[in-house]
């Protein structure tokens, strides 16, 4: 499979069927409206011309987003709008919460219908069983991380965002330490890329073997690549740091990324 991996611009695909476009780590913010209008153009042309292809955003779509308070919420009303209209009349569309956006269901599928993954989802299609996931739970080493994780997602910590925390303060929280973690990804080392995926490659196999899937499909890393090894495929999505691109399998099992 891994030499059907290749790079296309998706405006320039003539006749082609996808059965499916994953997206992760877009990190929409107030300051990259462009990134916004980027995703809102390609939910346009894919309304326009009646796609019947399933979305999967895995994770970190949003930079930052808890429950109800979000400093991208106003921004990005269109952009949900388009999304719930294509989730009605096209195609499933299904998001994954991450590190950045938790708690999304009150947001996402009480008001615009969207299903919400808090964890991983494996779905198949064109005969291949594809792990989905948004890819943080990949180095078991980082206790500091799955702690603040598991934190995050206790039920009372819902609560609080929901009904107490006023939603600016959350909002601002999350806005500065989403700054801080932008930075952290574009300063790393070569060296620190290498283990990184080492780790990420090694866990999805566990999940593969696990799960007995072809496939994983994850974010989180913000390292892009695609590994086929011993007849199962791991790809992570990367960000859109570097470039804008949409991970797609099409009706012939090939997994393309496509420029938008």
Known sequence: MAENFQYQNFYEQQNQNFAAFFLSDIHLRRDKIEDILVLEKFIEHLLENKF???LYFLGDIFDFW????????????????????????????????GNHDVHLYHSL???????VVNERKIINLNSLKIILEH??????????????R????????????????????????GDYFSHKSSKTTKIRTEEKS??????????????????????????HTHERFIVDESQKLIINTGSWFDQKLVLAITDQQKFLFLEI
Request: glycine fraction near 4%; proline fraction near 2%.
């Open 52 to 54: 019947k292809t399933k």
């Open 66 to 97: 808890f429950c109800k308070a979000s400093p991208v919420k106003q921004a990005t009303v269109k952009l949900l709008q388009l999304l719930n209209q294509y989730n009605k009349s096209c195609a499933e569309v299904v998001f994954f919460e």
């Open 109 to 115: 599928t009480n008001e615009h219908g969207l299903e």
């Open 135 to 148: 890819g943080d739970l990949f180095n078991a080493k980082d206790i500091n991380y799955l702690r603040l």
């Open 150 to 173: 598991s934190f995050l997602r206790l039920g009372w910590m819902k609560f609080l965002g929901l009904r107490v925390v006023p939603t600016f303060i959350t909002a601002a929280i």
């Open 194 to 219: 290498a283990r990184i995926k080492a780790t990420f490659i090694q866990y999805a196999h566990q999940q593969l073997d696990k799960y007995a899937a072809d496939v994983f499909i994850a974010g």
